[in-house]
């Protein structure tokens, strides 16, 4: 099996531009709930942090998983 040439900073930027986006999805969805734009914008920041690691080390764990990957 080829290994894949993904490389760490790749995944950096991958997990950055995807929470980035998905991040101001729901707090434009938060807002139009609660119309509170300092909660919705403390909580979305918090979530960013908190999500950008996990799916840094998720995209990690999957990139030593060769189940699925063609040869």
Not at 26 to 41: E, H, K, R
Request: glycine content about 10%.
């Amino acid at each position: 099996m080829k290994p894949d040439p993904s490389t760490r900073g790749r995944s950096i930027v991958k997990a950055v531009t995807w929470e980035t986006f998905s991040n101001l999805v729901c707090f434009g969805l938060a807002y139009a709930m609660f119309g509170n734009f300092g909660g919705c914008a403390v909580f979305t920041a918090i979530c960013f942090v908190v999500k950008l690691i996990l799916f840094y080390e998720h995209e990690r764990i999957w990139h030593q998983v060769g189940w699925g990957k063609r040869t």
